[in-house]
């Protein structure tokens, strides 16, 4: 367990500490997965592709619903369709109490 402490530098000093891992973060040095035991960086780099695509592509799937049935609720004010939309966005949007936000 010891070796464990002076390999990751927690026999060092929190201030020492903190310098260090902002020094190596300054230099893009995320340091060592324990679990995976490779490069913190590289597992992020791996996931960021896949992360973004899946994004970019919800973000596209909103813009294709919502602003059509924005438009309609906009120039059908009152209307079931306007009041149609309005219930999906109320039911479809995340309760603020409700700690599934």
């Known amino acids: 367990m010891s070796e464990l402490r002076v390999t990751l530098g927690l026999d060092q000093p929190v201030p020492t500490q903190v310098v260090r891992w902002f ?11 324990i679990y995976l035991n490779r490069p913190v960086g590289l597992t992020i780099l791996e996931r960021a592709e896949p992360t973004l695509m899946l ?25 079931w369709a306007d009041l149609g939309a309005m219930l999906v966005a109320l039911g479809a949007s995340p309760c603020p109490r409700s700690g599934w936000a």
């Open 55 to 79: 994004t970019f592509l919800a973000t596209l799937f909103a813009v294709a619903v919502g602003l059509p049935i924005g438009i309609v609720s906009a120039t059908r004010a009152g209307s």
């Open 23 to 33: 020094g190596r973060l300054l230099r893009g040095d995320l340091g060592q997965s």
